[in-house]
């Protein structure tokens, strides 16, 4: 079995900051990529960043210049510090990863339970 373990969601004033961190545990080959999305109220889920295990990043839009994306290979971790948040980041985050379970074995989408980021005053 793979795991991913969010943490680090809360509540937080526009302009704030936050950092979520996310570990994959269990049976791990390889991690071809790793990355957060987010599902708002009334929104479907869109990708916020990710990062693949060559470094290789991307961002939505909306949160360049304001997010960024980490990642601890030898740890299986991968966080995102986002700052200068607005109401508009509320949301739940997900984290997400590309897992290779064993050599020879195809990549499969593993998902974290989520964890919620509201933004308010």
């Known amino acids: 079995q793979v795991q991913l373990v969010e943490s680090g969601g809360g509540l937080v004033q526009p302009g704030g900051s936050l950092r979520l961190s996310c570990a994959a545990s269990?049976?791990?080959?390889?991690?071809?990529?790793m990355g957060w999305y987010r599902r708002g109220p009334g929104t479907e889920r869109e990708l916020v960043a990710d990062?693949?295990?060559?470094?290789?990043?991307n961002y939505a839009d909306s949160v360049k210049g304001r997010f960024t994306i980490s990642r601890d290979n030898a740890k299986n971790t991968v966080h995102l510090q986002m700052n200068s948040l607005k109401p508009e980041d509320t949301a739940v985050y997900y984290c997400?990863?590309?897992?290779?379970?064993?050599?020879?074995?195809?990549?499969?989408?593993?998902w974290g339970q989520g964890t919620q980021v509201t933004v308010s005053s």
């Open positions: 997400n990863g590309k897992i290779v379970r064993r050599l020879g074995f195809p990549t499969f989408n593993y």
């Open positions: 269990g049976r791990i080959f390889s991690i071809e990529a």
């Open positions: 990062i693949n295990s060559g470094g290789s990043i």
